[in-house]
C-alpha cells in the first residue's frame, strides 16, 4: 500500500523537516511555486489575498517574510489586525501549506536596512512610485515616471524609494499540511506556539 508513496507519508516529523525543506528551496528558486505564495489578511468586515515573493526563511526563530510598499492597503489592513497566512501549493509535490502567525510591519529598523541593501537595483522600481498603490487614476498607468519605467535610474536615485519599502514578517504560529494522494490524502496540524512543538493528523 505504501509503494510510491514518500517516506514522510505517515510520519509527522519527517513532514515538518520537509515543510521548512519546501520553504527554503522555495525561497531561493524563483521558478518554484514556493517562491510566490499568496498572502491573506483581514479586518472586520473584510479578508483578502495577494500573490507576494518570499524573501526570507528562518527555521531557527520560526519566521517568514516579504517586501511591500509601506503604501499599500494591506499595511492598512494589519494595522488593524496583525495576523495573516501564507498560503502555498506545489502541484508537482501535491502539498499544500497554510502558514499561519503574528504578522510584524519592520519600516525604516536594522531589518528594513538590511533587507533595502540586498534588494537589487531594477527591483527598487516598485518602490519608485509617487503615489501609493491602490489609488484610482483617471487613465491607465504604471504610476511610474517615464524614466523610472524605462529602469534609466541610477542606483543612487533609487535610494528614494526605501521611505516606501518594508518588510513583512509572520512569526509563526501554526502550519496546516495538506498532501494529496490518489489512495488516501494526508493532513497534519503543526503548533509552534508552544514551548515544544506540538503535531498532530487531521482528516483531510
Ligand atoms: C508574481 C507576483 C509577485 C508579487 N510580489 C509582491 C510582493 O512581493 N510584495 C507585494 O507587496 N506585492 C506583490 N505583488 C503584487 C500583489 O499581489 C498586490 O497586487 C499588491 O501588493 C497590492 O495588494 P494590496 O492592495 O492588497 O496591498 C506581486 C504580484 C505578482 C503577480
Not at 528551496?25 to 489578511?41: A, E
Not at 519605467?149 to 518594508?166: H, M, P, Q, R, V
Amino acid at each position: 500500500m505504501q509503494k510510491n508513496k514518500p517516506d514522510y507519508y505517515n510520519d509527522l516529523d519527517k513532514i515538518y523537516l520537509k515543510i521548512w525543506d519546501l520553504l527554503k528551496v522555495g525561497l531561493k528558486n524563483r521558478d518554484l511555486p514556493f517562491h510566490i505564495p499568496v498572502f491573506i489578511c483581514g479586518s472586520k468586515d473584510k479578508s483578502d489575498g495577494r500573490i507576494v515573493v518570499l524573501r526570507g526563511v528562518d527555521e531557527n526563530e520560526k519566521k517568514i517574510w516579504f517586501h511591500t510598499d509601506i503604501r499599500s492597503n494591506k499595511i492598512k489592513i494589519l494595522k488593524s489586525n496583525p495576523e495573516g497566512t501564507l498560503l502555498f501549493y506545489d502541484k508537482s509535490e501535491k502539498i499544500q501549506l497554510r502558514v499561519s502567525g503574528i504578522i510584524k510591519i519592520n519600516y525604516q529598523n536594522d531589518k528594513t536596512i538590511k533587507s533595502w541593501e540586498k534588494t537589487a537595483h531594477l527591483s527598487r522600481q516598485c518602490y519608485l512610485g509617487d503615489q501609493a498603490p491602490g489609488l484610482t487614476t483617471d487613465m491607465p498607468t504604471s504610476g511610474l515616471k517615464e524614466k523610472i519605467d524605462n529602469l534609466k535610474y541610477t542606483l543612487e536615485e533609487s535610494e528614494i524609494g526605501y521611505k516606501n519599502f518594508c518588510v513583512i514578517e509572520t512569526y509563526i504560529k501554526s502550519i496546516e499540511w495538506l498532501y494529496l494522494a490518489a489512495k488516501g490524502h494526508r493532513r497534519a496540524y503543526f503548533d509552534l506556539n508552544k514551548t515544544k512543538l506540538e503535531k498532530k493528523w487531521l482528516i483531510p
